[in-house]
């Protein structure tokens, strides 16, 4: 059973930065991608960023520019780094691990508060 890992959140001062790690217990992790999503109380969850499995990297509007992807295959880990927070940015983070339609996996999410 795979398993999806996320870690590093918190309660940060806007104008701080966070960084966020996705751990997958996968033997292949090295060929998927993985994307980032937020979903904020009573919103949909959102795309914010995905790395592809040779290290191509996309943003959305909302943290482009103000953030970054990276990824370790040793580590199986994805690390979302997101500076100068806003109160905007307050929600649960989840990654997706994905291959195809039928291989991707989510994790348990970690919750990111930005508040003073």
């Known amino acids: 059973q795979v398993q999806l890992v996320e870690s590093g959140g918190g309660l940060v001062q806007p104008g701080g930065s966070l960084r966020l790690s996705c751990a997958a217990s996968l033997i292949a992790f090295k060929i998927y991608a993985v994307n980032w999503y937020r979903q904020a109380p009573g919103d949909q969850r959102e795309w914010v960023a995905g790395?592809?499995?040779?290290?191509?990297?996309v943003y959305s509007n909302s943290v482009k520019g103000r953030s970054g992807l990276s990824r370790d295959n040793a580590k199986n880990t994805v690390y979302l780094t997101i500076d100068n927070l806003r109160a905007g940015d307050t929600a649960v983070y989840y990654c997706?691990?994905?291959?195809?339609?039928?291989?991707?996996?989510w994790g348990q999410g970690t919750q990111v508060t930005v508040s003073t």
């Open positions: 790395i592809t499995s040779s290290n191509h990297t």
């Open positions: 997706n691990v994905f291959r195809t339609a039928n291989d991707n996996y």
